[in-house]
């Protein structure tokens, strides 16, 4: 009961601040039966970046919301919160590149951008490969040499992670670093005054037009989306990077260990077990364990068709039908 009435006060004393800082009445009566009351504003002004904006605001009152109702003990739903996350991140992220005209900041310097990720995409490529190599070796005990499709299908997940994240650590610098800047030379409201020599004379008296109220709203807004995203991609890297060595050890065996435990003549070994042939008579067994996979070195002995179906027919005698 209590996360329900800690949510209906959130948003009642949200409506009553919002009522309160609006220079007019927030809600008027109609002649409609249905729907007495109505929003006492206009849309018809919007264009596409106030939509965005606004879009933004309201997936921050959302996560806002849920972290409210999280901390009551609300029930959580996985699901609610994952799409949560992702449209804060989404639409922020739409924002601030409209925002701050990062297409067209691309388009005018992207020359040298494309040889700087160029020359990043090798330099990533080469500590990912490196790193695969000694992850094969350490876990298995092997030569990596003797995996190389699996070098390769590593170093590529490798690669697209290091990729995403200095991707998303350098758009976070950069949305915050120019927001800084672009507010610091933005002129205050005071410093369009004192530049204009009419409305210094009596400058007390002087409103906040509405496109100044509109810009410091929509300037607010892409602060906090900026902020809360990059807060969020760094929480979702932690999580991201504590579950890396499963998806590494998923990748290794999905990409090299393709033969069963029986067709190596290795006993008592079930289903989810993968073998991989190094050498003639030599193999490396997976096993499934807690986190991933435990590696070990055994004997090979390579089984015939004939020889497996001829197995496969003694089991079946074994067994007791009626």
Known sequence: MLPYIVIYLFFAIGLAVVDRLYDRPLFIRTYSKHFPWKLNYSFRWWGVDEYWAAATAISL??????????????????????????FVCMTSTVLSIRHFSLVQRFKAHVWWLTALTALGTL?????????????????????????????????TVLLAELWAYM??????????????????????????????????????????????????????????????????????????????DEVIQETLVFASFHLHPKDCGIPGRGGEH????????????????????????????????????????DRLKLDHYQ
């Open 167 to 244: 991707g998303t650590l350098v758009i976070s610098v950069f949305v915050i670093v120019s927001f800084v800047v672009i507010t610091a030379k933005r002129p205050t409201f005071i410093g369009r005054i004192r530049r204009d020599p009419f409305k210094a004379l009596d400058r007390r008296r002087y409103v906040r037009s509405v496109t100044d109220k509109r810009e410091s709203i929509r300037l607010l807004v892409v602060a906090a989306s900026a902020m809360m995203t990059a807060t969020i991609a760094s929480n979702s890297w932690t999580y991201i990077l504590s579950h890396t």
């Open 274 to 313: 993968w073998v991989a042939l190094i050498s003639d008579n030599r193999a490396v067994l997976a096993t499934p364990a807690k986190h991933g996979y435990m590696f070990e070195t055994l004997r090979c002995d390579m089984q015939t068709k004939a020889s497996l179906e001829r197995a496969r027919l």
């Open 123 to 155: 330099g990533l490529a080469i500590i990912a490969s490196a790193y695969a190599d000694s992850y094969i070796l350490n876990s298995t005990h092997i030569d990596p040499a003797q995996f190389p499709l699996a070098q390769r299908a590593i170093t």
């Open 61 to 86: 009152i959302g996560l806002l919301a849920l972290m409210i109702w999280t901390v009551t003990g609300g029930p959580i739903n996985r699901t609610v919160v994952v799409l949560t996350l992702g």
